[in-house]
């Protein structure tokens, strides 16, 4: 459904193939934006217990989030992109073997597509019948701080289903590692024909750009209250399209379609 821009900003997102389990996610915010502090997955889990919303339709509502495998997290993740920064991923590459940059440009929302469709719902049987599930925020942060032999360990103890950790376990970490919105993207050099893998992540993504955008937030901020003299509060609270498209009158520009409405 198209909708016109207006208040509708809340987006459901279908969290495995399905679609019967689903959250009701909003476009993130000037206030959302500038409480990220950093990369880490909890600052991803803090962010989307700012977005979720708490809609009955929703299986997750806010403060839900560390229980999240890691791939419905990386899903809300990318919706949460598509809302406020729009439907594609682009930048500019340098090949590894003649150094020539080219464009790499994607939908995310493709990507999402693939990977909510490869997602393994509730508990993963592998054909030996070892049985597992993904780890959620909740048991990253149960072995954060071990030394990485150990937490792999404990991680894998506590997502063990049935098998034995020894005989199996290096199957069960390969299975979960491929999980979630952390994926090599094959991509070719028009100059060469070099192939490459490129690996994208979208936890880092998205929180690296808010980061990085933090200037542009100041800057929209300035820009209408200055224009309206609209309260810190209001403006930190009005979409990110909104606001966006706002500062894009203030400067005679054409208003960007930055969130994917459909
Ligand atoms: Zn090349």
């Known amino acids: 459904m198209t909708s016109a821009a207006g208040p509708d900003t809340v987006h459901l997102v279908p969290l495995d193939p399905s679609g019967r389990r689903r959250a009701m996610l909003r476009e993130p915010a000037g206030a959302d934006e500038q409480s990220v502090g950093g990369t880490t997955t909890a600052d991803a889990v803090r962010l989307l217990d700012r977005l979720l919303t708490d809609d009955p339709a929703s299986a997750v509502r806010p403060g839900d989030a560390a229980t999240l495998t890691v791939v419905e997290r990386d899903l809300l993740l990318a919706a949460a992109y598509r809302l406020g920064w729009g439907p594609r991923i682009s930048g500019v590459v340098t090949c590894a073997a003649c150094a020539a940059p080219f464009d790499l440009d994607f939908r995310l929302a493709d990507l999402a597509d693939r990977v909510r469709a490869e997602a393994p719902a509730g508990v993963v049987t592998l054909d030996d019948g070892v049985t597992f599930r993904l780890p959620t925020a909740q048991d990253e942060a ?10 792999e360990r404990a991680l894998l103890a506590r997502c063990l289903i049935s098998g034995a950790p020894e005989t199996h376990g290096p199957r ?7 999980a979630g919105i952390d994926l090599d993207l ?21 929180l690296a750009t808010i980061r990085c955008d933090w200037a542009t937030l100041i800057h929209d901020v300035h820009r209408i209250a200055v224009a309206y003299g609209w309260s810190l509060t209001e403006i930190l609270s009005l979409p990110r399209g909104s606001r966006r498209a706002f500062v894009a009158l203030l400067d005679g520009e054409p208003i960007p379609r930055t ?4």
Do not use: K, N
């Open 142 to 151: 149960a072995v954060l701080g071990l030394p990485p032999d150990e937490a």
């Open 172 to 178: 069960v970490e390969q299975a979960m590692a491929g």
């Open 186 to 206: 094959a991509a070719t050099c028009p100059e060469c024909g070099h192939g490459a893998d490129i690996r994208f992540q979208i936890q880092d993504y998205l």
């Open 259 to 262: 969130a994917e409405r459909s």
